[in-house]
């Protein structure tokens, strides 16, 4: 196992996968454990510059056992998931040899080894922001990197299936599908390149983050409750998605925007209207919207305020109507985050604005950490400084301005990013999260 008798060696490999959010949407599974789902879906890679995850694993005869460190906390491995995803990796480890170190590990020697994991989510964990996506692909791309896995990446992306459905996909840049297979072993399930990332390049992506805290409801008891209880599901799955699919790697390959922007509003409602025929409903995009508000002016009662998504999807939709043409697309996950895909640089700026009429930044905020990310759209969009917020005029498609609401200090943030590039291997040592010496989170 080591060629240099007597020193505990420890090998590592770091690598960094983006998010992706999908524009058809899964939800539902036909089978629980392996992670079948029951459509097709598509999706875009973001930007890693802005969303990602960096993970970093070792390997050394010192460890003792399996462990991982997830943004600074020891969590644990043992989770069905995790462990379906090391066992798949270890069966298909190959030798291993670094001559420099003097390290030699045969393929069967990785059936006893253990591996350390410390992984750093740039974004919030477990808010609907995708981070089980980006984790569990960086997870089972590193250590494919670190075991000697010789398979390519969509052998990888149904590993990666098996530990959250949506990683699968991103295992690729650019435009993705999930396939969804028709084995029972779940071996044609896999995620494949629809086109990479420079395909449709002046696509604009733009987050507002409502919460970054964690959501009530996980998307896999969601849809474990939907495919329960909905029969709206069923046709979804059967007679709605097929169609869209088809439809929407058209309108990728075609850069058709009108297309895309319309077939992703569309399965967003429809994702979200499957969840409201759930039972219990389940209410992803006013999560953060139950509100104490009074009644009769004596009591209060808990209501559910649609205060976020509503002025999202109505600036949107009046925005598109007035334009005639799509300008920009919506898309709502499993938490009200909304996620904004523009046209082009232009559209983006123009809807920057309208974003921050409606919702302008408590006072003590500063623009800097309101926009994230590329923040070249926020001076396309003419604004350097607070004041150009205070500045900003209502729509021109807004005909009663007294009706206007500007909804200050509803979101936390913006994140302004664009299709990005699939999984790398980082090579500089510096990025390592694990000290070389000890295998320990730095
Ligand atoms: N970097 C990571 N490495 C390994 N596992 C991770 C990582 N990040 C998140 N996870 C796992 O994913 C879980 C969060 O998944 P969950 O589906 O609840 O939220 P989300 O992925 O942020 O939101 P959604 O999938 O609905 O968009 C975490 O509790 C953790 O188990
Ligand atoms: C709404 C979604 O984001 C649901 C994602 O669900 P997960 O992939 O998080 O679920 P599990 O497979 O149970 O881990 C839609 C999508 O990404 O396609």
Redesign the pocket.
């Known amino acids: 196992m080591a060629a240099e008798s007597g020193k505990k060696w420890v090998l590592t490999v770091t690598a960094q996968t983006p998010t992706?959010?999908?524009v058809i949407?899964?939800?539902g599974?036909r089978d629980e454990d392996l992670?079948l789902p029951i459509n097709d879906?598509i999706?875009v890679t973001l930007d890693p510059d802005h969303l990602c995850t960096t993970t970093s694993v070792a390997v050394s005869p010192a460890f003792t056992h399996d462990r991982m460190w997830l943004n600074g906390k020891e969590v644990s491995l043992s989770g069905g998931?995790y462990q379906n995803c090391l066992r798949e990796l270890r069966s298909r480890a190959s030798d291993v040899e670094d001559e420099e170190k003097g390290i030699k590990i045969t393929k069967k020697d990785w059936e006893k080894l253990h591996v350390h994991v410390v992984s750093y989510n740039n974004f919030p964990t477990a808010a609907?922001l995708?981070s089980?996506?980006a984790g569990l692909a960086c997870l089972v791309f590193s250590l494919a990197k670190l075991m000697n896995v010789k398979e390519d990446h969509s052998k990888l992306s149904a590993i990666a299936r098996q530990?959250?459905?949506?990683?699968c996909?991103s295992l690729y840049g650019g435009f993705v599908k999930w396939i969804m297979g028709k084995e029972e072993n779940g071996s044609d399930s896999i995620a494949v390149q629809l086109a990479d990332e420079k395909h449709w390049d002046d696509l604009v992506i733009i987050i507002a983050v409502v919460s970054s805290r964690q959501k009530e409801t996980?998307?896999?008891s969601g849809?474990r409750d939907t495919v329960e209880t909905s029969m709206l599901i069923k046709h979804r799955a059967k007679e709605v998605v097929p169609k869209r699919i088809i439809q929407m790697e058209e309108a990728i390959k075609n850069r058709d925007f009108p297309a895309f922007a319309r077939l992703t509003c569309a399965d967003s409602n429809q994702?979200h209207a499957v969840c409201l025929d759930t039972l219990p409903p389940i209410f992803y995009m006013n999560d953060t919207s139950h509100r104490q508000e009074p009644f009769f002016n004596s009591s209060f009662i808990n209501v559910i305020v649609p205060h976020f998504y509503l002025p999202i999807i109505s600036c949107v939709e009046k925005w598109n109507r007035h334009e005639e043409t799509p300008q920009v697309a919506y898309t709502f996950?499993?938490g009200p985050n909304a996620v904004l895909i523009s046209h082009n640089r232009k559209a983006a700026a123009l809807l920057l604005q309208r974003l921050l009429f409606y919702f302008p930044p408590q006072s003590d905020t500063d623009l800097n950490s309101y926009v994230i990310g590329d923040k070249t759209i926020l001076k396309d969009a003419g604004i350097h400084e607070m004041k150009d917020i205070e500045a900003l005029a209502p729509p021109p498609e807004i005909k009663d301005t007294n009706l206007t609401q500007r909804h200050k200090g509803d979101v936390s943030y913006f994140i302004c990013t664009r299709p990005g590039r699939g999984p790398v291997v980082l090579t500089d040592e510096s990025r390592s999260l694990i000290n070389p010496e000890t295998g320990l989170p730095k």
């Not at 530990?163 to 990683?167: K, L, P, T």
């Open positions: 992706n959010i999908a949407k899964y939800w599974k992670i879906s999706s998931r609907g995708a089980s996506a530990g959250s459905g949506s990683a996909r996980s998307s896999t849809m994702f996950d499993a």
